[in-house]
C-alpha cells in the first residue's frame, strides 16, 4: 500500500475513495497499512466503499460517488469485479477527466492478460503491481521451463508469460524444498526436461 499512497503524496491529493470487495476478508488486513500510508503523505479517506462480489448492479453505489466531491478512486477488488466496475465507471462517465482511479495489485498484476475490450474500459487507470526481477538465472530458466511446458498443454493460449501468481508458486515450493534441505533437482524439473526432449 506504500506505493499507492506515494502516487496519491505525490500529487498532493487530500482526499481519496476507497472501492473495495466487501467479504474480501484480505481487504482488512490490508485497510489499516493503506490508513497508515495514505496518513504518512497527509491524505484521509473520504468514502470507504464496500461492493457486494455478486453485484448485479454497481450503478447505485458510483452514482453516489459521482455526487461528492472526491475524485480519486482507489480499488482493491478481485479482477472480476473490477471488470464490471470499470465498464459501469465508464458508462456514467466517472473515467472522464478530472477523475483518477489507481489499482491494488489484487486487479494490476492480471494486466497483461486482460483482452482488448476490457482494457478499454480501463483507460486511464493507474496500476501498481507485483514487482519480481526478470533478468536472474533463476528466473530465466522457470520462464523457459514453464513457457516449454505450458505451450504443450495449452496450444490454443496467446500469451506464454507465467503469471504473477506462477510465480509465487514456484518460490513457495522451492523455498520449501530448500527448508527441507533438498539440494537434488525436484521432480518436476525432471518431469519437465524430459517432456521437453520427446
Not at 54 to 69: G, I, M, P, T
Not at 76 to 101: D, I, N, P
Not at 111 to 131: A, C, P, Q, R, W
Amino acid at each position: 500500500m506504500s506505493a499507492v499512497a506515494a502516487i496519491v503524496g505525490t500529487w498532493r491529493w487530500r482526499m481519496v475513495n476507497f472501492i473495495y470487495e466487501g467479504i474480501d476478508s484480505a481487504t482488512f488486513s490490508v485497510l489499516p497499512h493503506l490508513i497508515d500510508a495514505l496518513l504518512q503523505v497527509g491524505t484521509g479517506i473520504e468514502n470507504l466503499v464496500p461492493l457486494p462480489p455478486l453485484a448485479s448492479s454497481l450503478y447505485d453505489y458510483l452514482e453516489k460517488l459521482k455526487r461528492q466531491q472526491c475524485r480519486v478512486f482507489i480499488v482493491h477488488t478481485s479482477l472480476s469485479l473490477a471488470k464490471q466496475l470499470f465498464l459501469e465507471a465508464k458508462k456514467m462517465g466517472l473515467m472522464e477527466r478530472y477523475t483518477v482511479w489507481i489499482t491494488t495489485s489484487s486487479i494490476s498484476d492480471h494486466f497483461d492478460f486482460l483482452n482488448t475490450f476490457v482494457i478499454s474500459t480501463m483507460e486511464g487507470v493507474l496500476g501498481v503491481k507485483t514487482y519480481y526481477p526478470k533478468t536472474g538465472n533463476q528466473f530465466q530458466d522457470f520462464n523457459l521451463r514453464f513457457r516449454s511446458r505450458f505451450r504443450l498443454e495449452h496450444p490454443e493460449e496467446v500469451s506464454l508469460v507465467p503469471g504473477i501468481f506462477a510465480l509465487q508458486a514456484y518460490d513457495a515450493t522451492r523455498a520449501a524444498l530448500l527448508a527441507l534441505g533438498g539440494k537434488k533437482r525436484p521432480k518436476y524439473h525432471r518431469r519437465l526436461e524430459s517432456d521437453e526432449r520427446k
